[in-house]
């Protein structure tokens, strides 16, 4: 007979309490997209990190177009 917890009981909580599952996994997501694209940031000069980044790229692009 297999034992019911494979991993013994800590292994099985481990499990339980460690292993994310849909649900939490989608609530990180909408709380990194939220800070990520909907809370600008005053270290990054009134933008959202995604607009910040953006910002970047386009002055990197034409930074390098002028080389």
Known sequence: ATPLYPMG???ALYAEVVTPNITS???IE??????????PKKAL???TPAAYARHLAERSAT???GL
């Open 45 to 47: 000069g009134g933008l």
């Open 9 to 11: 009981v800590c292994g």
């Open 30 to 39: 909408t709380w990194r997209r939220e800070y990520n694209e909907e809370r």
């Open 63 to 65: 930074v390098a177009a």
């Open 25 to 27: 996994l989608t609530i």
